[in-house]
């Protein structure tokens, strides 16, 4: 799980955490940033939502004790998708279950992003990114 390991580098993760959600609330709870890149430059909530990690996305998208949440509009750079927000990357990737756990945390399924302009559900679509399309 890319996300885990996007903690586990700095140590903040044990296997004896039952939840990755819990893990990822009670890290932004004690000031974690909650919109840390991968190594690729994709934001930890796109790489949840496209791993279909609801319990993470949930944990990003409502944030923790002080509000700190990730922001569902930030961009990703990842290898020329510079600018999908992580429903369209979601959707982009075909990820059923991100796009449900984002639509239901309040991700806009109408904006338009990029050169391309294409909201999510475009990208499904010229993806032929059926679960995606139905979610």
Known sequence: ???KDAF??????HESIPSVGLAVRALINVGYDPNK???KGVPLLHRAAVDGNVQVVQSLASGGLFEAK?????ACEDEGWSELTALQYAAKHDAREGVEALLAAGASK???RGK????ALMWAAMKNARGAVEA
């Open 37 to 39: 890149r991968d190594d």
């Open 70 to 74: 990730a922001d569902m509009e930030l």
């Open 116 to 119: 391309f302009g294409r909201t």
């Open 110 to 112: 109408d904006l338009k």
């Open 1 to 3: 799980n890319p996300f």
């Open 8 to 13: 586990a580098e700095d140590g903040l993760v």
